[in-house]
């Protein structure tokens, strides 16, 4: 009797729901769905947003949907040929608009690619990136700009890592190729708690998984953490990975599958040092602040890892942009989002970093 009860209790709700919704559409003015959702500009975003989003987002959807089909070695090397020197170019242009010095080096036996703003003051601390790209494109070098944009934003000297892209490097050389630089600047005399380390995409997988390999090898953990726009199960499997995979303008599930697999097999989505978000975080994790929109289908994958922080009692920041497409920190120029995206990096690395020089 009391399932009965339950269940007509749960119908009256729901008819009830129902009916306001239809009051509601019947009172509103009339809008059709728009016929291509990767393509979709949503009136909520700043009109900034709009200006760009309504140039980037087809552009990119056209790329998405052309997108080479890569099987061997020489797939992948073609299409990294024919991807890096246009990026290097548009890197070096920021560079050069932004007046930061920009040089290449090693660390740890690794390429890097130092930068650090005009009028640079060394407060001891330093940021660790690593460049995003689907674990197959892209180089410190080509990445330079951001960095740029970083080091102009927070006043800090970046250490951007010049990791081995997949197919030539795998989840294991890559991760250790991060902890051998993070390695080499704690060797420079900055302490932990001084370093954050950050990613984007791609990239912000391979920190994430680098720093709970660290962390397990008993190498002390750096001061912060920033992922944007992470992927953190290889899997695949969230909600948005289904529910928002035909809204997204940059990314769909089978041009990201060929990446995803020549860095991970699957017998190796598990482990979490590809796939964080099986990380035991209950024996410790940095801060971490994690940055999303809402049109990206790898948005579950930065709320599933915030909670799994929260839950085993680490410290997580959630911060969500409405409108916003994967990484849109990179190209969103000049509009509230980034705006405000970048002055919440630069309150997360200044609330935890520590600074032992003034």
């Known amino acids: 009797?009391?399932?009965?009860?339950?269940?007509?209790?749960?119908?009256?709700?729901?008819?009830?729901?129902?009916?306001?919704?239809?009051?509601?559409?019947?009172?509103?003015?009339?809008?059709?769905?728009p016929a291509n959702f990767r393509t979709f500009v949503p009136a909520s975003v700043s009109p900034q947003a709009r200006a760009i989003l309504e140039k980037y987002a087809p552009?990119?959807?056209?790329?998405?949907?052309?997108?080479?089909?890569?099987?061997?070695?020489?797939?992948?090397?073609?299409?990294?040929?024919?991807?890096?020197?246009?990026?290097?170019?548009?890197?070096?242009?920021?560079?050069?608009?932004?007046?930061?010095?920009?040089?290449?080096?090693?660390?740890?036996?690794?390429g890097v690619v130092n930068t650090k703003p005009l009028g640079y003051v060394d407060d001891g601390t330093v940021l660790v990136r690593v460049h995003g790209g689907g674990w197959i494109l892209g180089s410190a070098r080509s990445s330079a700009g951001s960095d740029a944009t970083m080091s102009i934003v927070t006043?800090?000297?970046?250490?951007?890592?010049?990791?081995?892209?997949?197919?030539?490097?795998?989840?294991?050389?890559?991760?250790?190729?991060?902890?051998?630089?993070?390695?080499?600047?704690?060797?420079?005399?900055?302490?932990?708690?001084?370093?954050?380390?950050?990613?984007?995409?791609?990239?912000?997988?391979?920190?994430?998984?680098?720093?709970?390999?660290?962390?397990d090898q008993g190498i002390p953990m750096p001061g912060a953490m920033l992922l944007m726009s992470p992927c953190v199960d290889l899997h695949l499997n969230g909600d948005t990975e289904t529910t928002l995979r035909n809204a997204d303008p940059v990314l769909d599930i089978d041009p990201v599958l060929p990446g995803l697999n020549a860095y991970a097999g699957p017998a190796d989505w598990n482990n979490p040092y590809v796939s964080p978000v099986y990380g035991d975080f209950t024996k410790g994790s940095p801060p971490v602040l994690i940055q999303a929109g809402t049109k990206e289908m790898l948005l579950s994958d930065s709320i599933r890892l915030y909670q799994a922080i929260k839950v085993a009692g680490g410290e997580a920041e959630?911060?969500?942009?409405?409108g916003m497409p994967h990484v849109f920190q990179g190209?969103?120029?000049?509009?509230?989002?980034?705006?405000?995206?970048?002055?919440?990096?630069?309150?997360?690395?200044?609330?935890?970093?520590v600074a032992t020089r003034h």
């Open 1 to 33: 009797m009391r399932n009965s009860e339950a269940v007509r209790t749960i119908a009256a709700s729901i008819l009830g729901l129902a009916a306001i919704v239809a009051g509601a559409q019947a009172n509103a003015q009339s809008q059709p769905a």
């Open 59 to 110: 552009v990119a959807a056209q790329a998405m949907a052309h997108f080479p089909p890569l099987k061997t070695p020489a797939d992948f090397d073609a299409l990294y040929a024919q991807t890096l020197a246009p990026a290097v170019a548009q890197s070096a242009a920021v560079v050069k608009a932004l007046d930061v010095t920009s040089i290449d080096s090693k660390l740890g036996g690794v």
């Open 155 to 215: 006043g800090r000297r970046i250490v951007s890592v010049d990791y081995t892209v997949a197919p030539r490097g795998n989840w294991h050389l890559i991760t250790d190729q991060v902890i051998a630089v993070y390695k080499a600047v704690l060797a420079e005399g900055y302490k932990p708690a001084s370093i954050g380390i950050y990613g984007d995409s791609a990239g912000a997988n391979i920190v994430a998984g680098s720093v709970l390999k660290l962390r």
């Open 318 to 322: 959630l911060d969500v942009y409405e």
């Open 331 to 353: 190209y969103m120029q000049g509009t509230p989002e980034q705006k405000e995206a970048f002055a919440e990096i630069q309150r997360f690395w200044r609330s935890h970093l």
